[in-house]
C-alpha cells in the first residue's frame, strides 16, 4: 500500500520561501510512468493542481505559478519536495502530495493528509 505523508513548516512570511517535502513510501518514485503531483486547496476554494515530478525526473509547473516553483527530488530519501518563492497570502492553503500515473495522471491513486500552510506576517 502506497502511503504519501507531507512535512514542513505550518507557517511563513510574506515574501518568504516555502519548502514543503512529501516522503512516500510503499513504492518508488522512481518506478516508470509514476507522476508525482502537489495540489492545494486555499480556504473556500477548489483544489490546484500545482506540479509533478515523473519518474523520468523532468518536472512539469501549472503557468500560473511556474515562475515560482520547483519540485525537486530525493531518491534516496523516496521523498520529492515543493518550493514556492515569494508568497504572499494567496498563497494559504492546504497542500498535498498525491500520486497519478500514465496518460491519466490527473486521476490521483493515493493522496497525502495535507498540511496547512498560512502565510501571514
Known amino acids: 500500500q502506497v502511503q504519501l505523508q507531507e512535512s514542513g513548516p505550518g507557517l511563513a512570511k510574506p515574501s518568504q520561501t516555502l519548502s514543503l517535502t512529501c516522503t512516500v513510501s510503499?513504492?518508488?518514485?522512481?518506478?516508470?510512468?509514476?507522476?508525482w503531483s502537489w495540489i492545494r486547496q486555499p480556504p473556500g476554494k477548489g483544489l490546484e493542481w500545482i506540479g509533478y515530478?515523473?519518474?523520468?525526473?523532468?518536472?512539469r509547473y501549472t503557468p500560473s505559478l511556474k515562475s515560482r516553483t520547483s519540485i525537486s527530488r530525493d531518491t534516496s530519501k523516496n521523498q520529492f519536495t515543493l518550493q514556492v518563492s515569494s508568497v504572499t497570502p494567496e498563497d494559504t492553503a492546504v497542500y498535498y502530495c498525491?500520486?497519478?500515473?500514465?496518460?491519466?495522471?490527473?486521476?490521483?491513486?493515493?493522496w497525502g493528509q495535507g498540511t496547512q500552510v498560512t502565510v501571514s506576517s
Open positions: 515530478i515523473p519518474n523520468s525526473g523532468s518536472t
Open positions: 510503499g513504492g518508488s518514485i522512481t518506478t516508470y510512468n509514476y507522476f
Open positions: 498525491a500520486r497519478g500515473s500514465g496518460s491519466d495522471w490527473t486521476i490521483f491513486e493515493y
